[in-house]
């Protein structure tokens, strides 16, 4: 089904069909920033006035007129006005708004679902952390972040597979031999290695060693730290060792390379021609010690990706430290045929503060702070909803104060305390015994009322953009913003008044609770009958 927003796109188009204005122009429907400017808004006579050098306010009063004809705005909405400086603002009916609660709680399916994706295959890689150490809460940033964006493709009709590529080979895992065997080339310092080296002696060859500590590390740390406590389930666990190097695809990439002549050799090494797809420089493929890079990995993973398994998009998320990569990612892409098929999400850096000074907890690593340490202290909704309420572009300062407050102040408790107060309406006794009898016709005449349901239609909306723009922060935003609107409506709105219910809003309380359980199922956090 689509959009409210969606409908309202086409229905403007259509619209200027019937006028001499230009109908291939790249418009917006938001929502206003002011709800005196009502629902949703338009900037679309703006644009068709910078074009044809026509004052914008005339325009929108042109448009207008033709908008109030269509079925679909008649239907819905009780005004469309034109206002300076050319905006076209759209007011729903109230009789419009009361029969979508019925509406939304017949539903057998979700309410957010859509097919936007048609079922096309996207992958998503994240975390993907060496298995040289403990996760550290950089990338916890990008486990939360994947899994979300996976949850919410899914609803929006794409076939998705979260992955997690481990990078059981090469050069890191020689380095982690050598700091298990604490030798003078050892790398990695912290318990953790000390456990390694007690557990693995006896051993003398670095890469063995290496290869040994890494699949405990992967299995005893990295595994049970994203899977208990982040609770983050990968559909599948690619092994760069197993499946690239042993089955020589890393080599039959690069000879491919060759023969197509994006590959040249300098100074005793394999150099990509990355800089003939727009890069400002060449990049290593070969080394001089000919072992391969990164990207020479990252081009038989693409091909594994595109070309075996048939995946439409790649999203990887990154740490920004990997910014330098980018370019030559995209570039691999390129060469191999996927041209904007590659994405990449780079998400900032992530800082914990205590009374605004920063924190050092770890005492194992001694150097950095883990995820597992991370959530023994705050527990796992906290961890995740706050990772998830920034952008990638920017930084994190995580308030451990605020994150151990247990009081509204707090956002996860905020939104989850919503919820309890629902259930709590919902286990009454008068209104358990509402549920046998089927509902009049529900009548709404109060502003928190109405305000509540215009929230609930933004949900499809809020997950389509969060899946056309890879903007999962918009979900916890909606989160606590449909908790605003509830709270207003819950003390301002009785439902039981003397002991008589009031039927409506006991409809309205059902319809909350199930787009509640729908955004916090998809953020990944619980949803408490009780607080």
Known sequence: MKTIKTQLKETIKKSLDKTDFPAAVSFVVNYPRISQYGDYSTNVAMIIAKQLRKPPLEIAGELVKILQKQRFIKDMFEKVESIKPGFINFYFSPTFLSKQVSAILSLKDDYGKSDLGKKQKVQIEFISANPTGPLTIGNGRGGFYGDVLGNVLEKCGFKVIKEYLINDAGQQIE?????????????????????????????????????????????????????????????????????????????????????????????????????????????????????????????????????????????????????????????????????????????????????????????????????????????????????????????????????????????????????????????????????????????????????????????????????????????PAYAISLADRFHQFYNNCRVINNDAINVSRVELVKLMRKIFLEVLSTIGVSAPEKM
């Open 175 to 475: 380095k982690l031999g050598h700091s298990v065997l604490q030798d003078n080339q050892a790398v990695y310092r912290g318990e953790y290695i000390d456990d390694l080296h007690n557990r693995l002696k006896g051993e003398s060859d670095p890469y063995k060693v290496g290869q040994k500590a890494a699949k405990i590390i992967l299995t005893q740390l990295i595994k049970p730290t994203v899977e208990k406590q982040m609770q983050i389930k990968f559909d599948r666990w690619f092994s760069e060792e197993k499946e690239l190097r042993k089955t020589k695809k890393i080599t039959e990439v690069l000879n491919w390379l060759k023969e197509k002549k994006y590959l040249y050799e300098k100074d005793n090494a394999w150099w990509f021609r990355s800089s003939d797809f727009g890069d400002n420089r060449d990049r290593v493929l070969i080394k001089q010690d000919g072992g391969s890079t990164y990207l020479a990995q990252d081009f038989a993973y693409l091909k594994n990706k595109f070309a075996e398994r048939k995946f439409v998009t790649v999203i990887d998320i990154w740490g920004a430290d990997h910014h330098g990569e980018v370019a030559g990612l995209l570039n691999a892409a390129k060469a191999l045929g996927y041209k904007d098929q590659q994405k990449i999400i780079l998400l900032q850096f992530v800082r914990l503060t205590k009374e605004g000074k920063e924190v050092r907890m770890s005492k194992r690593t001694g150097s950095y702070i883990t995820m597992s340490e991370l959530i023994e202290t705050v527990g796992h909704d906290v961890a995740r909803f706050f990772f998830l309420m920034y952008s990638p572009n920017s930084h994190i300062d995580f308030d451990m104060d605020l994150a151990l407050e247990k009081s509204e102040k707090n956002p996860v408790y905020y939104v989850q305390y919503a919820f309890a107060r629902l259930s709590s309406i919902l286990n009454q006794p008068q209104v358990t015994s509402h549920f046998k009898k089927s509902p009049a016709a529900l009548d709404y005449n109060q502003t928190e009322e109405y305000t509540l349901i215009k929230e609930v239609i933004k949900w499809p909306e809020i997950l389509e953009e969060a899946a056309s723009l890879y903007q999962v922060q918009l979900l």
